[in-house]
């Protein structure tokens, strides 16, 4: 499944539903996520960080923060 900024039109408590139903209904899916919220995709198993159209990192989350001056 493809998500491309799919709650940045609603509020936190839709967001945190729509977040709910798609990590629960999808649980053998693989997902691609566009965002630009931590919330969003805090729990994925990798994140691509990229930058001016190029890939500045790519780790699961708990790595990408534990990176020092990261854009993550």
Same mark, same amino acid.
């Given at each position: @499944?493809?998500? !491309?900024?799919?709650?940045?039109?609603?509020?936190? !408590?839709? !967001?945190?539903?729509?977040?709910?139903?798609?990590?629960?209904?999808?649980?053998?899916?693989?997902?691609?996520?566009?965002?630009?919220?931590?919330?969003?995709?805090? /729990?994925? /198993? =990798?994140?691509?960080? @990229?930058?001016?159209? =190029?890939?500045?990192?790519?780790?699961?989350?708990?790595?990408? @923060?534990?990176?020092?001056?990261?854009?993550?």
């Amino acid at each position: @499944m493809i998500l !491309d900024e799919a709650t940045s039109a609603v509020n936190i !408590d839709t !967001d945190r539903r729509i977040q709910q139903s798609i990590r629960e209904e999808f649980v053998d899916s693989t997902l691609l996520v566009i965002a630009h919220t931590l919330n969003t995709i805090v /729990d994925i /198993d =990798k994140i691509l960080a @990229m930058d001016d159209g =190029k890939t500045v990192e790519f780790a699961s989350p708990r790595e990408l @923060m534990q990176i020092e001056h990261g854009i993550f």
